[in-house]
């Protein structure tokens, strides 16, 4: 049995990962309008595994017999002016989401939920991971945007990304 509080964390989670699905559909969304397909591309992808993330979550909540509540997911209401600033407002949302994920783990650690905090960790990594790549994307944007040259070489290494399923199996 899952802790009320933890469960209701875990809950929240699903919601909260549908809704970064929804926010990087919205970048994906962006980028088409631009006619910068390998940037539309790239976030297109992070949109599916954000829906992974979403299922996992709510995969593991049944597999624990929890009971699922799915909520109305917001609308994405980030100002998007430029290419810098979906870059930025990726990288501020995944650091948020990291602060959900360490928010979750606290309560698990707490309620000395072990399972939970074992299948935590892989998201904890995972974390790590995507703000790794937002840091990356600004990074290269600063560099090589303002060049139109630049601009395209960038947008085609975005294109090239492929979509791989999450490595944790539930
Ligand atoms: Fe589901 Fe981008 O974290």
Known sequence: MLQEKVAALLNDQVNKEFYSAYLYLEFSNYFEARGLDGFANWYKIQAQEERDHAMLFYQYLHN???????????????????????????????????????????????????????????????????????????????????????????????????YNAPSLVL
């Open 64 to 162: 624990n017999n929890a009971k699922v509540t799915l909520e109305a997911i917001a609308k994405p209401e980030k100002k998007l002016d430029s290419d810098m600033d979906v870059l930025k407002a990726g990288l501020e949302h995944e650091m948020y989401v990291t602060g959900l994920i360490n928010d979750i783990y606290a309560a698990a650690h707490e309620a000395k939920d072990f399972r939970t905090m074992q299948f935590l960790d892989w998201f904890v990594k995972e974390q790590g991971e995507e703000e790794v790549n937002a840091n990356d994307m600004i990074s290269k944007m600063e560099l090589f945007g303002s060049d139109p040259k630049g601009l395209y070489m960038l947008n085609s290494e975005l294109g090239s990304r492929t």
